[in-house]
């Protein structure tokens, strides 16, 4: 595991990852670089835990906590508090899940507001739960930009 002035070496963090000679790869939005270190990690899963231990490996190997042990090594990284990052579903689907649970609590409010600078998938989070609600929601998309100076 990188220290935290590792993490700020990008010579070093690079060389944390698998990537072809030559290639600068700078997608943030999909699949990054493998680390070095998950086929080791893959084959511990596989054979280690999965194998032996079955539907015990919720508990035993903890994978029931994942999401809060990657968290708190994420929060690390960002000067986070402890316990206040949590890894979850994709990022569509928590906007999913938050846009769900804000229509629980508006009321009489039928217009979800967003702005033109979302990421299309974000949107399309939106669209597909008004459908769900047969259109009882109506989608209010705010071009934003063009109220923003420099």
């Given at each position: 595991m990188a220290t935290k002035g590792q993490?700020?070496?990008?010579?070093?963090t690079k060389k944390q990852f698998i990537l072809?000679?030559?290639l600068i790869y700078l997608d943030g939005n999909s699949l990054g670089p493998m680390p070095k270190n998950v086929p080791s990690e893959i084959n511990t899963l596989l054979h280690?835990?999965?194998?032996?231990?079955?539907i015990n490996g919720w508990n035993d190997a903890e994978w029931m906590f994942q999401p809060e042990n990657l968290g708190n090594k994420i929060s690390r990284i960002i000067g986070a508090e402890d316990n206040s990052v949590v890894v979850g579903e994709t990022?569509?689907?928590r906007v999913f899940q938050a846009l769900s649970s804000a229509i629980k609590d508006?009321?009489?409010?039928?217009?979800?507001?967003?702005?033109?600078?979302?990421?299309?998938?974000?949107?399309?989070?939106?669209?597909g739960l008004v459908h769900l609600l047969n259109d009882q929601l109506e989608i209010r998309i705010w071009h934003l930009r063009k109220?923003?100076?420099v």
């Open positions: 993490m700020t070496n990008f010579e070093e072809p000679k030559g280690e835990e999965w194998s032996n231990l079955l990022l569509s689907v508006v009321g009489k409010r039928k217009i979800i507001l967003t702005d033109s600078g979302n990421f299309p998938s974000d949107l399309y989070m939106a669209q109220y923003l100076t």
